[in-house]
């Protein structure tokens, strides 16, 4: 991480006295300067984040969360995404919540939403747990959800790719059927990849049958950040 703030902090170090020395930008406002600041600073992030969480980690994630708007809107986008992390962690005290950039990682932790083995059904806990991050979701409802299901290692792996998209779409059916729009998620099965835990011990096992959420800015909410950054 220190690594990941120092090369965002130099490109963004570098960019702005670049910008600031041009005699054009000194004839415009400090609105101005500061938004194409700050869409370049999202240029910056976007691209590190996504090289940076598509090593050795979840690609696709790093693809969803890594795309950033940048600029005024960006922060606009940024203030909310800080809100809902924090109503998701009271909701769900448990769970491991990122910020990453204009995004939220999550991926529910003791308070989580596993499976049995070779089952794609949600137990009585998941739906639980579950439950709890509807009124969240249903209190901001200008966001994607990328839903991503994994299995342990246990069989085939064409078999656990197969598994680990039904227990995607499991968790997107049940959101889905507390009142949650449909067209919010998005699902994906990983199958064996990224375990969070070791495949070698049941609890291991266990931990590694779950899903990871990936939550992101929908068109509304980038049209409204970027007429609230013009006001």
Do not use: H, W
């Not at 910020?99 to 009585?124: C, M, P, Q, Y």
């Not at 991503?148 to 889905?176: I, P």
Request: net charge positive.
């Amino acid at each position: 991480m220190k690594k990941f703030s120092v090369i965002v902090l130099g490109g963004l170090m570098l960019f702005s006295t670049v910008f600031t020395s041009c005699e054009a930008v000194k004839n415009t406002n400090n609105t101005q300067r500061g938004a194409a600041i700050g869409a370049a600073g999202g240029a910056i992030l976007g691209a590190v984040l996504g090289n940076n969480l598509g090593k050795g980690g979840n690609g696709a994630m790093g693809a969803v969360l890594g795309g950033v708007v940048g600029g005024v809107a960006g922060g606009v986008i940024g203030n909310k995404m800080d809100k809902q992390a924090r109503e998701i962690e009271t909701a769900l005290p448990g769970a491991e919540v990122e910020r990453v950039g204009e995004g939220i990682k999550l991926v529910l932790g003791e308070n989580a939403v596993r499976f049995d083995t070779n089952k794609s059904t949600l137990t009585a806990t998941a739906k639980a747990n579950l439950d709890k991050l509807v009124p969240v979701f249903n209190q901001y409802p200008d966001t994607n959800i990328q839903i991503y299901g994994y299995t342990d290692s246990t069989g085939a792996a064409d078999y656990n790719l197969k598994l680990s998209d039904q227990r995607a779409a499991s968790v997107k059916a049940y959101l889905a059927s507390k009142g949650l729009a449909a067209t919010r998620f998005v699902t994906t099965g990983l199958g064996i990849a990224d375990p969070i835990a070791t495949n070698d011990t049941p609890e291991g096992r266990s931990k590694n049958r779950r899903v990871e959420f990936a939550i992101t800015a929908n068109e509304k909410m980038v049209q409204d950040a970027q007429k609230e950054a013009g006001k």
